[in-house]
């Protein structure tokens, strides 16, 4: 769905500004632009980066056709001059990213875009749709199968997203960030996101009666038989029912798939449903539980020693419905002036708002005996970390709070995706980025990843990177850009 031409999914005031940056002749400065985000959703303690697929789609696809000039000309507010560069544009910019999958922390950098101001302007909208989008989705879908506890998560929600891409799309973030799979089948074609299904409570209620109706899906599916048993009573009819219906299946060599509760006190049935199934003999039968769930409701069945083998979950894990909002931003954070890069900073009452300046680069630091992430340093471009020598970090929101680094490892997480408009980038598979994300969170400490007050997770800026900052915060309050 997203490898349509999307030149034109753009707000308004890029076009806008596009038309004076090319008549005040701004339209070729290189500037650099930032993408990344403030604050984690949920209050949680990390978030699972995603979407770098579609942005890359996105960018090599940036054409505008005869129709899209038409109807900027029938606006009468943009130049000729304009609407010509429009109809030969072609992407020229440079474009560095974080890889998909990866544990990320607000205020660095995730993409970094160098190239011609009309052009790092223009994409702003975007890639904050694609990314904003994904990062969510895969951020609450790493919360739940979390809170699952090595159990199988399905996800269920395309008839609750919004829009058909928020379904599609947000099936490929599930899947990146652990689920095993998903209702939703344009998500297998397009992206290889295993679909799976059986049935709805309609297919029983077409039938005389619940057991005709299992009756009959063992004869169409006999070796992967999952049923829905709660359409009338869980326990008196649907379970026995499904043994009725697995007798006669073992009869001819076949093992029961499942059977699904979709309502009801999940926690109370499914032990229920455990006892029965195991006095039939069926306790490889597996149980698999659905009915508005996220990683909560999640951890309290379990807690309560629900007997639950998979989840399938659906509007809260599709619309992130607990925070609905990643709220990553794109910023300006350098211009290039006679061949110097000159740092910019935005300034707000909201401290929070304050950007990072200039041209820089997210370096995660590892510990060399336990592999795992201490903390992250914002460092300007040319700037590197001697990692024989031991490095202090501060919490940039308390400057008290420091940690003493030794014997670590540094690595650059951004890495190069195109250069001057041609991708060298080749992207992975689903599956890579999934292996991928499941690894690089591994390595993050469980505090950091608890539910309710996570361990905050240092991310710093480097000594220069910080004196520039606080130059150019003294430079605007005394009214000196």
Known sequence: ?????????????????????????YSERT?????????????????????????IEYLQNLRFTDEDIEYLRSKNIFSDKFLEYLKAFKFECDVWSVREGTPVFPNEPIITVKGPSIQAQFIETMILLFVNHQSLIATKASRIVRAAQGRPVIEYGSRRA??????????????????????CTMADRDYGVPAAGTMAHSWVQLFPTELEAFEAYAEVYPENCVFLVDTYNTLKSGVPNAVKVFEKLAEKGYR?????????????????ARKILNDAGFDDCKIIVSNSLDEYIIRDLLMQGAEIDKFGVGERLITSKSEPVFGGVYKL???????EILP????????????NPGYKKPVRLFCRKTGMALADIILLHDEHIDDKKTFEIFDPEFTYKRKILSDFTAENLQIPIFERGKCVYKSPSIEEIREYSKTQLSLIWEEVKRFENPHKYYVDLSEKLWNIKQKLLRNVNIGKL
């Open 1 to 25: 769905m997203s490898k349509c031409n999307l030149s034109m999914l753009v707000d308004f005031y890029e076009l806008t500004m596009g038309n004076a940056y090319l008549l005040n002749e």
């Open 31 to 55: 500037v650099y632009f930032d993408m990344f985000f403030r604050r984690i959703p949920d209050g949680g303690g990390y978030a699972i980066f995603a979407g770098l697929e579609q942005v």
């Open 162 to 183: 919004q829009g058909g891409d928020g379904a599609v799309l947000g099936a490929r973030a599930a899947y990146i960030a652990g689920c095993c799979g998903t209702a």
């Open 256 to 272: 029961p798939g499942g059977i699904r509760i979709d309502s009801g006190d999940i926690a109370y049935l499914s032990k229920k």
């Open 333 to 339: 954070a350098a211009i290039e002036e006679n061949g």
């Open 344 to 355: 910019k900073i935005k300034l707000s009452e909201n401290v929070t708002k304050i950007t």
